[in-house]
């Protein structure tokens, strides 16, 4: 009798220890599935099903896709005039892409929680007719923007270290965090190099002012990124570290030859788009070397 209870209770954990071995295998393939980095670069059937839809698209549509605006992190309640309004633009429109950020109070970021700009993406997803593309200025890391999450320094506490590891771990670190809310897309890296001390804008934004170290870093910090998913930007095209205005207050100027440029401005962004990364921001500046008529800057306004 007790051989037979000793045999039923051996049963009894076996089936226990391999109902939660399966139920610990799950968690563990759902866990992989979860911090699996998405592809940054369209599968076989991911451009297919690109192709075929763009093909429905109106030349209206077409256009909305191109189109990014920006919307805060916040708590919107999804029938809230502020929200409504918000989707109403967004369908009106065709909107392909948001820019995410947080409000501001003069020149202080009011940042907000992760589960704010998490709730506010993922409603904002689901009220699209199709996929949107959502992007950020994550220069140090969400933390800019975010409470409780990592806290980054500037790119040139990583060009002091001048490891490419950290570089590519910044990137991907970063890339990790913004996809776990909804974020595809970061302003970043800056490829600028610093190479004016006067400069009031760039400064401790760029990796540093030697432009072969810039382009290495930006180049680390690019391949981290796309391991976790995320796309990049180097900025400020054709280069704003040699500038002593601020580019949001006013118009800069690079002054170097086309000799000049080409040595020292433009190398990072070779770099960098040898390292694969996925878009260039333009700066609003002139660079006479490249264009002598001040009235032509790429991001100038139009005139009335």
Known sequence: MLKRVAVVIALLVCLVNGAMGKEKEKKDKKKERFLAAAPVRLDRDGDKWAQKTLKKLSLEEKIGQMLLVWSRAEFLNVNSPQYLYLREVMRKYHLGAFG??????????????PYEAAMMLNELQRDSELPLLIGADFERGLSMRLHGTTNFPHAMAFGANGSLADAESFGRITGMEARAIGVHWNFFPDAD????????????????????QVGA????????????????????????????TNSHLG??????????????????????????????????????????????????RARS
């Open 100 to 113: 995410m950020t947080v409000w501001t109070d003069g020149p202080f970021l009011l940042r907000n929680q």
């Open 193 to 212: 190099v610093n190479s004016n001390p006067a400069n009031p804008v760039i400064n401790t934004r760029a990796f540093g002012e030697d432009a072969e």
């Open 217 to 244: 870093l930006a180049s680390a910090y690019i391949v981290g990124a796309h391991q976790a998913g995320m796309l990049t930007t180097a900025k400020h095209f054709p280069g704003h570290g040699d500038t002593a």
């Open 251 to 300: 118009l800069a100027e690079v002054n170097g030859d086309l000799r000049r440029l080409e040595t020292v401005e433009l190398p990072p962004f070779q770099a960098a788009i040898n390292a694969g990364v996925d878009a260039v921001m333009i700066a609003h500046v002139t660079a006479p070397a490249l264009e002598p008529d001040p009235m032509k800057v790429a991001t100038r």
